[in-house]
């Protein structure tokens, strides 16, 4: 479908051949404003940060749900296992640092830096 798109201004020239050129004219421009608006949303699409995976985890906050028999996490709804250097106890808030496999590697958030204290 996007490969139309990009062919759209090229195909709209045969207007000329077919339409009086005051009917071509504007087709031609209309479909060449649509094309330039269509490829200026897919290059500011490329252009955004990820959204998903394992790069966008990174740096982002979960919730220890479980800690034996493994340590398990919440983020965004989802069950995690996770591993953290150092203890952590359930319903605290952890900052994910990496991600192996299925795995989430964690790091408590200390007190003065979670907004989120109560």
Do not use: C, N
Request: no cysteine.
């Amino acid at each position: 479908m996007h490969h139309i798109l990009l062919l759209l201004p090229i195909l709209a020239i045969l207007l000329f051949f077919f339409l009086p050129l005051a009917w071509a004219l504007p087709l031609f421009l209309a479909t060449l404003a649509l094309s330039l608006l269509a490829y200026g949303k897919a290059i500011r699409a490329q252009r955004q940060r990820v959204r998903s995976g394992r790069e966008q985890m990174v740096g982002e906050r979960a919730v220890v749900e479980a800690e034996s028999p493994f340590l398990q996490v919440e983020y965004r709804g989802e069950i995690w296992s996770a591993r953290s250097p150092v203890p952590v106890s359930a319903g605290e808030s952890v900052i994910i640092t990496g991600v192996d496999g299925l795995t989430l590697q964690v790091t408590p958030v200390h007190p003065a830096d979670d907004p989120d204290a109560r």
